[in-house]
């Protein structure tokens, strides 16, 4: 089973991630984390040394990696389903997963986490508020095109198994 989880940075990425790889007792793996392992450099330093399109292309290559492995979570960034036909590729080479959270709820997360984060770090908690409700509209025609979308109390341990469970 190969599970690519796309949301918005705050969505729980990276926590479910987590729970999957152990679940499936697979590899689970963060793409933000090997992008940064790959260029020995923090994603913050990719674009500002070298810049947003750099940053996409290395994304791309790296994600295109997880077609030869067989079992596999892997946390995706907020914005990998964007470019360069991401979403149709992982779409054709596994099961992705829309972890859809609420505005309010990614802004309560994000508040603490805003100096670690190039993205939002200068923002106000009602810019932040205005950003990401600008960037899901921006990203929705993508994240949209998910094979599943978990929303609310869906976003659960039971959510993920019912999912896992239709494709044992």
Known sequence: MKIFLIGMMGSGKSFWCKKLSKKLKSGGYDLDFLI???????????????????????EAKILR?????????????GGTPC??????????????IWIDESID??????KPEKAHRPLIQKLSDEELHSFLTAKLVERFPFYQRATYRLQGKDISDAGFAKIIKEHA
């Open 65 to 77: 990696w997880f077609g030869e492995k067989k079992t596999f979570a892997l946390a995706t960034g």
């Open 36 to 58: 940064e392992s790959h260029e020995e450099k923090t994603i913050a330093e990719i674009f500002a040394e070298d810049g947003e399109d750099y940053f996409r292309r290395s």
């Open 83 to 96: 470019f360069h036909e991401n979403m149709d590729w992982m779409n054709k080479n596994g099961i992705t």
């Open 105 to 110: 709820m990614l802004v309560e997360r994000l």
